[in-house]
């Protein structure tokens, strides 16, 4: 893996700044006879688009994908696919200030220090804006893996603030999820979120979130220790998400007040008798769900006057204005799909390619 | 990376099962011209060598690394590094039954599904033996970056079971860590876990543990966005380590809680006016401490009995007998800080390769 | 390295077909603070563009370069570099019959077989049009080399089927190279050559070239054994490049009759007394020059029918039509020097990586 | 690939120097389930190992390899597998004045500047000590091949200065060559050469040598374009061996010289009517035998004085005494078939990992 590579043998590359004329992507290695069109791609990306809901950023950006190869006769090919989007939505601006200020809470001053040149217009690379590639090539990968082995990927917002929903009650509703505009399973806690934000909006402040993730129909078998485990790419996939500060696996940070009778899952002929591992043992899937949380810190865009430095180490008030999510989590859900999407193609890949040759007849319980 | 590799410059590849006759790793791509010996890994092992208190396994091993290549008079050649440690205490033992079985909450059906083949003999590669390695290749960096960077790591227990210690507490002190049986640095915390420990063993159970990351002297710049920012590899490194399952940077989960207009870090001349990002900012460190925090799930290995199913499908009971560790989280302290320690060599190496041009004159705040 | 990327730190990965609306590259790795402009790029591109002269292919493109990040207020910012070159030429054609043949010497049998799929539109991804993407990306290399370390290259046609030209001999001139419609050093070789290649053209046949490479000015120390030596990765860039079949280095395939009296270089205090080596000891450039040669087959396109079965496995004959060069060894010339310079510039950033605080007072002696 | 890697999904890592206590390697992505034993990889290294003849080396090693993982019950386990050769025979030596000194054709000067340090004794890690491990894991890989796939490899020495053996006449007998001296085919060359080399030793020089690689049984469909052809991957790996100084696949330089009326290989329905592309079009296997041939320099280390500089960069004559081959290639030809292994089975992992799935009813003409 290279710095804005994912995978090694499904692997994303992509590039593009917030304000520069386009993001693309490369996917290589994807298998070939895919069927595969830029109407397959575009929903996925809709969901992640700016401007769904009062709670997303005021951006409007069309992001219409444009498949430039690797695609012929509605199949994929084998040879790369070059995925483009144009960025329609860059308003000229006045970055006056910003040009010669750190944002407390953003990436400036760590890539101003980096490289010695910062594209300063909204946040370069920096940007969120760069989470659509990998919405559009984790798309690909949930494509392919629904068709041929059956896994689907679902998340959702379980806490904004002081407010939770809690994904294995009664009252969560999966499928409630795509349609809200929190993404959130539960209906009262989307209620009081929503006039959380509301109000959140007005003191021109935002607030953090927790994502819960789920893959089903993982086979057995999926990962690579010692390193490369599935819990340790997911991990890593997870972490790279703009925003992202914590992560888990199964019942997480639980797991240091628990005791070994109590964690480790029985096996029975039925099935494992619970999922505290969250479906991985010794990094290696274990054909139960894939359970893991996510947190996102609260977005450092807000209208509040903050303090800082600037480019000479002077003190100074700055003001971030211009079109910013209250809550970043929300529309990072299609992004934690699309990532944990590109971490099992991957790892499928990986798979059969040392094990396509192992027979056995061990039980499989699920 | 490789799955038994670690690293893309500073590249660590290991190899061993638990009873084999050794265990052993290639690092490769250290830097030519550092002073090493043997005796400057040996007490980086010590410390993470299995027998050293009456709560970690009482396996004796001598652990006595050889260096085999890439050191000629004393110093680093920028050769590949051989190292191997010969397993000294491999019981001959009956696996009779654990042959044919799974036990709950180990490795043993994923890898049997995985590979059709599996190395029951004490857990094979999927035990916690391999962590020996990393421990081995993560004092090489250890000592290259105290000596040419003044970057130094240091973890902690920080929980076990339901006992805190608070390492931002004034009772907290780092200095008695490494003299810890339990590597915790608060007495009170100390004394009541080492009750609780006791007891467990005579339950013949286990328990999970929290443990404490931090790194001093990181300069600002480290990290490779968008995939491989330092805060994603590091999550990976630290998921990778044994029975770890949730890892967070910073404020961690709490940020799900917070609101932006707290969670930024002031910039000041003077330096961040607090450290919520746990330094990190982009993906990219900011000079400050680097903070993690890791959760290890209690051990599988207990001498109450567990369910399961054996190789025909059939349902069964399972006692693990053996040496094990009622709370691996302790022994897993070392492997913390050698796995931080792989991280930022690596990325060190990597920064330096593309941005080593890189001249400015922007304030450094730390 | 994976299929479509060369490079572990200059990372260039390319996409696109010969008749697919764009072909692209991104160049992942590319030191920030480089001045860099399509313009810069452009004149590299039009070296290897179709349609120079009567003796390549009358395919006519633009291929106007450009970039879509990567790149702010004029020079490189460190983040990963998008280019695109849209395909202007794609003539609507009746491939009807190639459809559904295998052309013998061509990559149609071969790519069938491995994928299940195949764009017969021009080749494809197999068709040569992707080295322009090599081209514009081994420009940056150039631009970066040439400006930070003073290294230049060069590559000139010593062969066109009978006639030779002699690169070390005095009647060989460099500096006509470039404005050579041969890309010839020898202007009687080139004269011959010229009346051989318009002889080709009638009889509707193509013939093979052998092309000599040069590097000067690289510093003693690139290259990284024992595997990716700097010889190694240069065969590898070079027989990668479309109809390669050979390649050597220094005296190459002579020294299979050379004596070691012969053949070792001698060092005095005022440099190597010869270069049988090419400017590489175990795998390490000597800051000699580094002397290379290839030979590109002929073109397997040619009007004459050829002999080839169907995808139903019946024997047929084939006329490839359409526009093609009779020797491709020629345009080959600014792929070889683009490869070349992505092979230096990775190997540069790997050696300083881990190689960045070596000091010594050995002599150099170039 | 990592400097001491080679292979992207067959990884094999090597350390090690001539005069240390051992060399070693892992390889990491064996499939599982492989019989392997040390009996069975033994007779590899025993074709390799000097001593066996008196035109190799008088070193005298038993090369007794050990597998220390990877291996349980007579199978691979899909584990990384250690593999341990010890040094018996590194007699002290008085290194005396070498230490400062340069050799002529070897790295002394190359790795010195690169590192900044260097193992003089033998050449450290530039000596061909190295290929042994490559042999090693060569032979993993051809056991597995010829097993699985039915791939089988051969090389012969097919020019020894003066004189030649063609490996397409009838005279030419692929049965002798294991058990010549020379690894040679043609009993005539054989006898020329042995004259001529007992005249070398006799007059304290070398000479150079060509060989031949032939591998039968290759499936099409293998090799991964653009970057990773399979005749690319073939040229890095042939030309990292020692001493390898040009590489060639079918025609090679003939090429140049070839009309496409000639040069293209046409399909039948009974097969490919001729080999000028030498078993790979587009970078993809045809199903033809895979045919390369490789040139090896002379030896460096010749008891004829030569002309050299030390340390200081004084002038200095040097004498290399020790144990040498007045011939490397001979020795060379079980390590062209130990690369060759390792890149037609990285390539036979990578390519199932992407098209495992493909179904087609092309006709196959091999």
């Keep these: 893996m290279a710095a804005n590579t994912?995978?090694?043998?499904?692997?994303?590359?992509?590039?593009?700044?917030?304000?520069?004329?386009?993001?693309?992507?490369?996917?290589?290695?994807?298998?070939p006879g895919l069927a595969l069109s830029e109407a397959d791609i575009q929903p996925f990306l809709d969901k992640r688009r700016p401007g769904q809901s009062r709670y997303t950023t005021a951006r409007r950006e069309a992001d219409q994908v444009q498949i430039l190869s690797?695609?012929?006769?509605?199949?994929?090919?084998?040879?790369?696919?070059?995925?483009?989007?144009?960025?329609?939505?860059?308003?000229?601006?006045d970055y006056g200030s910003i040009k010669d200020q750190f944002r407390p809470g953003h990436a400036d001053y760590t890539?101003?220090?980096?490289?010695?040149?910062?594209?300063?217009?909204?946040?370069?690379?920096?940007?969120?804006?760069?989470?659509?590639?990998?919405?559009?090539?984790?798309?690909?990968?949930?494509?392919?893996?629904?068709?041929r082995l059956g896994i689907t990927f679902r998340a959702a917002v379980t806490q904004i603030g002081p407010h939770h929903a809690d994904p294995t009650a009664a009252s969560f509703d999966w499928q409630r999820v795509p349609n809200s505009p929190l993404f959130c399973g539960d209906s009262d806690c989307e209620a009081a979120a929503a006039e959380y934000l509301k109000q959140l909006l007005k003191e021109g402040d935002s607030v953090g979130a927790r994502v819960?993730?789920?893959?089903?129909?993982?086979?057995?078998?999926?990962?690579?220790?010692?390193?490369?485990?599935?819990?340790a790419d997911l991990a890593k996939a997870l972490m790279s998400i703009n925003a992202v500060k914590a992560?888990?696996?199964?019942?997480?940070?639980?797991?240091?007040?628990?005791?070994?009778?109590?964690?480790?899952?029985?096996?029975?002929?039925?099935?494992?008798?619970?999922?505290?591992?969250?479906?991985?043992l010794g990094g290696i899937a274990t054909g139960q769900?894939?359970?893991?949380?996510?947190?996102?810190?609260?977005?450092?865009?807000?209208?509040?006057?903050?303090?800082?430095?600037?480019?000479?180490?002077?003190?100074?008030?700055?003001?971030?204005?211009?079109?910013?999510?209250p809550c970043v989590g929300i529309r990072g859900v299609p992004v934690v799909e699309a990532m944990a999407a590109l971490v099992i193609m991957d790892h499928w890949l990986r798979h059969r390619a040392q094990n396509a040759d192992v027979k056995h007849s061990l039980p499989t319980i699920g």
């Design 70 to 93: 690797g695609v012929f006769e509605g199949r994929t090919t084998g040879t790369p696919i070059g995925l483009l989007i144009h960025n329609t939505d860059q308003r000229s601006q």
């Design 111 to 147: 890539y101003a220090h980096k490289y010695g040149e910062r594209d300063y217009r909204g946040g370069g690379r920096s940007s969120a804006r760069e989470t659509a590639m990998r919405v559009a090539a984790g798309a690909v990968a949930q494509l392919y893996l629904a068709q």
């Design 247 to 280: 992560v888990s696996i199964g019942d997480g940070f639980a797991v240091a007040a628990q005791r070994g009778s109590e964690h480790r899952d029985a096996l029975t002929p039925a099935g494992f008798s619970s999922n505290h591992a969250g479906g991985v």
């Design 212 to 231: 819960r993730l789920e893959v089903l129909g993982v086979p057995v078998g999926l990962g690579e220790p010692v390193f490369d485990r599935l819990d």
């Design 6 to 31: 994912w995978g090694e043998l499904f692997r994303v590359t992509t590039f593009g700044e917030s304000h520069g004329p386009a993001i693309g992507a490369i996917i290589d290695g994807c298998p």
């Design 289 to 325: 769900p894939l359970i893991a949380d996510v947190a996102f810190k609260p977005t450092s865009s807000i209208t509040q006057p903050g303090s800082t430095i600037d480019k000479n180490g002077n003190a100074c008030e700055i003001v971030t204005r211009g079109r910013h999510d």
